[in-house]
């Protein structure tokens, strides 16, 4: 890559949008924040239970964090840093982001991040992040208000059986992603060995899962962290042993 399409990457503009972008983020989390203790106020919900999950929302976020900060260094030496920072805070999902700029680099007919990686591709590659991520946001604003009553329809108004059809979905969701990174894994293990550490991941983190799910009869306390423990120990052993 050229110093002019670095110089581009972090250009002060970008720097500007990006913090504003970004402090628009974080202000709606201050506000949902204040809006939910709002709330548990007015049914009567404990202050107490609200902390606690505050508290626990912030403890597992630091497992998914650090691998978003690992991917955050490859990008930020190809996409600049104001980007990168920008595109993380307001989706998360760090190798999606990934993709979309290495499939946007492919469509300018070069390689990410290769000498050959010019502004027209540093341009094409900001632009399919930016189409990639419009796609769910579109769609949570205009049908998320509308999930809880297809929820009620299909449950019917038994309380047990809507409880049942919530955890299905969860288990249906994780279990999907869980499967789709092992097969992954193995399709890519004969000319990627380094890829069974997907494997070693998933495999460690649910063992992890279930023996804090065990202690947690005898140390309630264990709870909040249950899942940033799993994340944490599935990302040691794979580190470790991939």
């Avoid at 709330?39 to 404990?46: E, W």
């Avoid at 050959?116 to 341009?123: K, N």
């Avoid at 992040?129 to 509308?146: P, S």
């Avoid at 983190?205 to 306390?221: E, I």
């Amino acid at each position: 890559m050229s110093p002019e399409v670095l110089a581009a990457a972090n250009a002060t503009g970008l720097w500007v949008i990006s913090i504003i972008i970004v402090f628009i983020v974080l202000l709606q989390s201050v506000l949902y924040a204040k809006l939910s203790f709002k709330v548990a106020g007015q049914i009567n919900y404990p202050i107490s239970k609200c902390r606690e999950a505050l508290k626990a929302g912030m403890i597992t976020a630091i497992g998914p964090s650090i691998a978003v900060f690992i991917v955050m260094v490859g990008m930020m030496a190809v996409v600049g840093t104001p980007i990168t920072w920008l595109r993380l805070s307001i989706i998360g999902a760090a190798p999606t982001e990934l993709t979309a700029a290495t499939v946007g680099a492919q469509a300018a007919g070069v390689e990410f991040g290769s000498p050959q990686y010019d502004m027209h591709a540093l341009s094409v590659s900001f632009w399919t992040m930016a189409i990639n991520g419009t796609g769910w946001l579109v769609l949570v604003a205009l049908f998320t208000h509308k999930l809880e009553d297809i929820r009620q329809k299909l449950g019917g108004g038994n309380a047990k059986w809507l409880g049942f059809l919530s955890l299905a979905a969860a288990l249906g969701c994780f279990g999907y992603l869980n499967i789709n990174t092992i097969v992954g894994a193995l399709r890519n293990m004969p000319k990627n060995p380094s890829a069974v550490g997907a494997i070693y991941a998933t495999v460690s983190g649910m063992a992890a899962m279930g023996a804090v799910t065990k202690l947690t009869q005898t140390r309630p306390w264990l709870k909040e962290y249950s899942l940033g423990i799993a994340m944490l120990i599935g990302m040691l052993v794979a580190a470790a042993f991939a």
